[in-house]
């Protein structure tokens, strides 16, 4: 398996646009999270789908960000319209079942800055 | 209250040290626990999980102090090559979340 896939993998936009960020889970991996990380605040947990359906959204920061997962092997997130506050690098994640001792598998990232 | 606080660092050691990094948790609850390694500019990895009894992979040992709540990683005779940041991670009394602290810098020097 190829491993989680993100893309693009660096994203520069301006203030003000759309940003749809992609991700591909591992196959057969039923929850997929999307992190984001900076130097302050370091990884925070935005959203975390299980089987497609999104569990609990509330780390997403603002109305602004919006995550979908049409079907069990793409999910996207999207910030509209996006600030420069913005600007992280967004994970994305995978992990199979439920239990207590699963590893959580990250793509490479996508590095997002908004000028 | 944060889910997992950690001593962010920079730890600077010369190689062949040995290096200790802690880290506390909130949620009492919590069930499992792990290490990641994160490279510079790149994704976090696995470690290792942290049992109760303790475990021990290679130069590294991994404790756990549930009465204190607190994690430890313990790095014996450092190479250059454990310079990354470690990331301690508790996985939520539910199973389904991960909160990861936001790590420790080690750099391991000549």
């Given at each position: 398996d190829a491993g989680v896939i993100q893309s693009p993998r660096h994203e520069v936009t301006e203030m003000g646009q759309e940003v749809t960020l992609r991700c591909k889970p591992i196959s057969g991996h039923d929850y997929l999270f999307w992190y984001r990380q900076t130097m302050m605040r370091g990884l925070e947990l935005l959203i975390y789908f299980n089987n497609n359906v999104?569990?609990?959204?509330?780390?997403?920061?603002?109305?602004r960000f919006s995550a979908k997962m049409p079907n069990a092997s793409f999910s996207t997130l999207k910030i509209q319209?996006?600030?420069?506050?913005?600007s992280a690098v967004y994970f994305c994640a995978s992990s199979m079942g439920q239990g207590f001792w699963t590893e959580a598998f990250f793509g490479q990232g996508t590095r997002l800055t908004v000028v | 209250r944060k889910e997992v606080e950690q001593d962010p660092g920079p730890f600077n050691v010369p190689e062949g040290a040995t290096v200790a990094f802690n880290c506390t948790y909130s949620?009492?609850?919590?069930?499992s626990f792990f290490w990641y390694r994160q490279d510079c500019r790149k994704e976090p990895k696995l470690l290792m999980s942290v049992y109760s009894s303790g475990n021990e992979d290679g130069r590294f040992t991994a404790q756990l102090n549930r009465a204190s709540q607190y994690i430890s990683l313990l790095i014996r005779d450092?190479?250059?090559?454990?310079?990354a940041t470690y990331l301690c991670v508790v996985n939520s009394n539910t199973g389904n979340q991960f909160y990861f602290g936001t790590g420790t810098s080690l750099t391991v020097i000549p």
């Open positions: 999104p569990i609990d959204d509330s780390g997403m920061p603002e109305d319209p996006s600030e420069p506050r913005d | 949620n009492s609850a919590s069930q450092s190479k250059l090559s454990d310079s």
